[in-house]
């Protein structure tokens, strides 16, 4: 029998304010032509596009204190979060649509709240090419999408760290990252530091992703509220080229098939994050419909009656 999933609420965040290129603001709007809702209405998911909200223009200005855009980054998540609760305490699925990565911080703070409130357990699954755990004293750029990963765990500015009221809103031991190849020098020394569990194209290479797969959602069970955030740059560039910040060596489309699949078979999925997505850098949408079409399997599509 296909599983029946929870009805699901849309809200589109239309903004690159933590980004290192404009466009990903265009996001919500590429995956709605892309046929998003539509996809999963036709596997019988009640779907309600909540629209887009409304924030701060991006002032385009250099990093203050080791942060571009700090107030409006705040003003963003603050907005998500309320919004994501909202959905959560609705009993509904809250699926974002990105925006760049910083919106995973008031995305995520709502689903830690929520599971705090509710009693589950929570598991995030990071699919990115870059680790997302740079501070204001390590950053490269101060692009607060650099930093998502940091904030979540607690080290930031307050202003984040505490959007929820509770800080730090995750454990790192929490978080699964899987796809990651790019990451800072002294971001490296921090993700080991906090002893982040990553599953990287190394490791992926020698073991494969089925395996990978296994240890990343093993231990997640019926109490579980499984938080998947997917960055689209986690995809090879070669078959996903409309992101800001391609990586070469990503996982291949059977590679990010299998993910999907696997995540789906779980049944825990309770949330999403599409990010990253710039519509700015693609061909005919081809990224955005790639996309949709691994989302589908998010949702349990698969070849075969597998049950
Ligand atoms: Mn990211």
Redesign the pocket.
């Known amino acids: 029998m296909p599983r029946s999933y929870p009805p699901v609420s849309f809200i589109g965040v239309p903004t690159d304010i933590g980004a290192g290129h404009r466009g990903a603001s265009l996001g919500p709007e590429a995956l709605r032509i892309a046929g998003l809702a539509e996809a999963l209405a036709g596997r019988g998911i009640d779907v309600r596009d909540c629209g887009n909200l409304a924030g701060p223009a991006n002032p385009w200005l250099p990093p203050e204190a080791g942060y571009r855009h700090l107030d409006q980054v705040v003003a963003w998540n603050g907005a998500l979060m309320e919004a994501s609760l909202r959905e959560l305490r609705a009993g509904r699925m809250p699926v974002m649509l990105g925006g760049d ?1 910083c919106l995973a911080i008031g995305s995520i703070t709502a689903v830690a709240r929520h599971c705090r409130e509710t009693g589950k357990k929570l598991r995030v699954l990071w699919l ?1 090419a ?1 680790a ?1 755990f740079n501070t204001s004293d390590v950053t490269p750029s101060g692009n607060v ?1 650099g930093m998502p990963v940091a904030c979540l765990c607690g080290l930031g500015p307050e202003a984040l760290t505490r959007l929820g009221g509770e800080a730090p809103a995750l454990q790192p031991g929490q978080i699964r990252q899987i796809g990651i190849r790019s990451v800072d020098p002294e971001e490296k020394r921090l993700v080991k530091q906090h002893r982040l569990d990553i599953y990287d194209m190394r490791y992926i290479d020698e073991v494969g992703m089925k395996r990978v797969m296994a240890q990343a959602l093993d231990g997640v069970d019926a109490d579980t509220h499984l938080h998947v955030s997917f ?1 689209v ?1 986690f995809l090879d560039p070669g078959i996903a080229p409309g992101v800001g910040t391609t990586v070469p060596g990503g996982p291949n489309y059977r590679e990010a098939q299998l993910v999907m699949e696997m995540i789906a078979d779980t049944g825990r999925m309770g949330s999403l994050d599409i ?2 997505l710039n519509p700015v850098l693609d061909d005919h949408n081809i990224t955005a419909e790639l996309a949709v079409d691994l989302v589908e399997s998010l949702f349990g599509k698969s070849t075969l009656m597998r049950d």
């Open positions: 990565h990115d870059h997302d999408h960055d740059d990010v990253e």
